[in-house]
């Protein structure tokens, strides 16, 4: 059973979606996440343990490389998508309510700002961490989290923004966020955003690379 979950973390953490990926070369007409995580299950191994001991070290893995530069974002996404053809054979039991995610986040690119790049990356990642991701895309305003708020009232909200010009809407999201929903967890990322900024518009953390972000909601609910 270990072997099995060993073997889908491999793929997941290099990139091999399934079998018939080309990718990476050295795992040519190897069997992908794909795969693995559909045998993993018909062997009667459980989605939180798929989850907890492949697919979220595979993805802390990821970010790790990442963050030390080690690897760039094609590897990235190649990862997230291994991690994502795994996960389709996860969902139905997380929709069934059999297996439990960790929390749920609600994330979005800024008003004003259609950059997704940056937005998806982390989003993957968190997921990859065994969280929810309602991800409500790119020019994204106030309103539009409020209302996923409403929704989903127990959610960390995740901003991202890749101009220098909609990092004034990011702050106007976060002060009417907190209006509303003054408990609310609220992370910022993107390009010209800083720690400095983060504190100064009242947001609760900053992270300059996704593993950071995925750092954050661990602690959050250890």
Same mark, same amino acid.
């Given at each position: 059973?270990?072997?099995?979950?060993?073997?889908?973390?491999?793929?997941?953490?290099?990139? $091999?979606?399934? !079998?018939?990926?080309?990718?990476?070369?050295?795992? /040519?007409?190897?069997?992908?996440?794909?795969?693995?995580?559909?045998?993993?299950?018909?062997?009667?191994?459980?989605?939180?343990?798929?989850?907890?001991? %492949?697919? =979220?070290?595979?993805?802390?893995? @990821?970010?790790?490389?990442?963050? $030390?530069?080690? =690897? #760039?974002?094609?590897?990235?996404?190649?990862?997230? !998508?291994?991690?994502?053809?795994?996960?389709?054979?996860?969902?139905?039991?997380?929709?069934?309510?059999?297996? $439990?995610?960790?929390?749920?986040?609600?994330?979005?690119? +800024?008003?004003?700002?259609?950059?997704?790049?940056? /937005?998806?990356? @982390?989003?993957?990642?968190?997921?990859?961490?065994?969280?929810? @991701?309602?991800?409500?895309?790119?020019?994204?305003?106030?309103? /539009?989290?409020?209302?996923?708020?409403?929704?989903?009232?127990?959610?960390?909200?995740?901003?991202?923004?890749?101009?220098?010009?909609?990092?004034?809407?990011? $702050?106007?999201? @976060?002060?009417? =966020?907190?209006?509303? #929903?003054?408990?609310?967890? *609220?992370? +910022?990322?993107? %390009?010209?955003?800083?720690?400095?900024?983060?504190? !100064? *518009?009242?947001?609760?953390?900053?992270?300059?690379?996704?593993?950071?972000?995925?750092? #954050?909601? /661990?602690?959050?609910?250890?």
């Amino acid at each position: 059973m270990n072997e099995i979950l060993d073997k889908l973390a491999k793929c997941v953490e290099f990139g $091999k979606i399934n !079998k018939a990926s080309p990718y990476p070369p050295n795992m /040519k007409d190897q069997d992908g996440a794909d795969e693995l995580a559909r045998k993993a299950l018909e062997e009667g191994v459980s989605p939180d343990e798929i989850l907890e001991n %492949a697919l =979220i070290p595979a993805m802390a893995n @990821v970010g790790e490389k990442f963050t $030390k530069k080690e =690897i #760039y974002v094609p590897q990235m996404l190649m990862s997230a !998508k291994a991690m994502n053809s795994a996960m389709a054979h996860l969902k139905p039991f997380f929709q069934s309510g059999e297996t $439990k995610r960790k929390g749920k986040i609600i994330i979005g690119t +800024v008003s004003g700002d259609l950059h997704d790049i940056g /937005k998806n990356l @982390v989003a993957m990642m968190i997921e990859g961490g065994g969280w929810e @991701v309602i991800d409500l895309g790119v020019d994204a305003g106030a309103e /539009k989290f409020l209302k996923a708020l409403d929704e989903n009232p127990d959610a960390v909200i995740g901003l991202s923004a890749l101009l220098t010009t909609t990092m004034e809407n990011m $702050k106007k999201i @976060v002060a009417a =966020i907190k209006e509303k #929903y003054s408990e609310a967890k *609220i992370l +910022v990322g993107g %390009a010209p955003v800083t720690m400095e900024y983060c504190k !100064k *518009i009242g947001a609760d953390f900053y992270s300059p690379d996704p593993q950071g972000a995925v750092n #954050y909601l /661990k602690q959050l609910i250890s």
